[in-house]
C-alpha cells in the first residue's frame, strides 16, 4: 500500500502511476509459479466473462486453475478497500461514490494478434491497478489522448511485478493492450467500484 501512495504521479498523457517490483519477490514468485501454467491454456478451456475473448479468473474459481494465491489477493483487496480514500485522493481527478467494494481477478488475454479495444474506463470504476505477471516480455498498456489509435503517446513497459494504477476520467484516461506474444499475457487486476450492480464483488 504505501508503494502505491508513494509512487510519483506521472502527468503524460494522463495521471497514473507506475511501481517496480511492487509484490513482495517471495509472494509474486509464487504468484508467478502459479500462472505460469496458464500461458498456453486455450480460452475455450475457460470460463468466458461477458462474452469477451479474454477471460478473468475471479478468486473463487482460484481453485478450479489451480492458482495458490487466495489469502494473498484476500489481503490486498482488504487493504485497498480499507484505504480507499487515500488511494483515490492520491490523483487529483478521480471519482467518488458512497457505496464502493473491490473486485479482483487474474486477466488471461489470448496470443497475438490479440488486441482490446481503446476505452477509457467504465463509470463504476473509479480506480485501477494492472500488474503485469508473466510472460517475461509482451506489450503492457497503451495510452492515448483521444479514441483513436492515432492519438497514441505512449506505453506502460511490461515488466513482471510492475504496476500501472490510475483512475478513471470520463473523455480522458484513454487507453489499450495487446498481445505481442505466442503465449497468453497474464496480469492481477484490482478495481474500487460502485458496488451497485457489480456482479464479481470480492470485499467487502
Known amino acids: 500500500m504505501q508503494k502505491c501512495l508513494g509512487s510519483k504521479i506521472l502527468t503524460d498523457?494522463?495521471?497514473?502511476t507506475l511501481t517496480e517490483n511492487h509484490i513482495d519477490e517471495d509472494e509474486f514468485k509464487n504468484l508467478?509459479?502459479?500462472?505460469?501454467?496458464?500461458?498456453?491454456?486455450?480460452?475455450?478451456?475457460?470460463?468466458?466473462?461477458?462474452?469477451q475473448t479474454e477471460n478473468q479468473i475471479v478468486p473463487r474459481r482460484f481453485k478450479e486453475f489451480g492458482i495458490e494465491w487466495y489469502e494473498q489477493?484476500?489481503?490486498?483487496?482488504?487493504?485497498?478497500y480499507e484505504n480507499r480514500k487515500q488511494l483515490t485522493e492520491h490523483f487529483d481527478k478521480h471519482r467518488w461514490y458512497d457505496d464502493l467494494c473491490v473486485t479482483a481477478y487474474i486477466g488471461v488475454q489470448p496470443p497475438k494478434p490479440y488486441k482490446h479495444e481503446i476505452?477509457?474506463?467504465?463509470?463504476?470504476?473509479?480506480?485501477?491497478?494492472?500488474?503485469y505477471i508473466t510472460p517475461d516480455v509482451n506489450c503492457g498498456t497503451m495510452m492515448y489522448t483521444e479514441n483513436s489509435a492515432g492519438s497514441l503517446v505512449k506505453e506502460a513497459p511490461w515488466a513482471p511485478n510492475s504496476t500501472m494504477i490510475f483512475c478513471g476520467v470520463h473523455g480522458e484516461t484513454w487507453h489499450s493492450y495487446e498481445s505481442t506474444e505466442d503465449s497468453n499475457r497474464v496480469t492481477l487486476n484490482f478495481f474500487i467500484k460502485?458496488?451497485?450492480?457489480?456482479k464479481d464483488v470480492f470485499y467487502p
Do not use: N
Not at 13 to 16: D, F, G, S, Y
Open 13 to 16: 498523457p494522463w495521471a497514473h
Open 32 to 51: 508467478r509459479r502459479t500462472c505460469d501454467k496458464l500461458l498456453s491454456i486455450k480460452m475455450e478451456d475457460m470460463p468466458t466473462y461477458k462474452g
Open 194 to 198: 460502485q458496488r451497485h450492480g457489480t
Open 73 to 80: 489477493i484476500l489481503d490486498i483487496a482488504k487493504s485497498i
Open 119 to 131: 476505452h477509457d474506463e467504465t463509470a463504476s470504476k473509479i480506480w485501477s491497478s494492472v500488474t
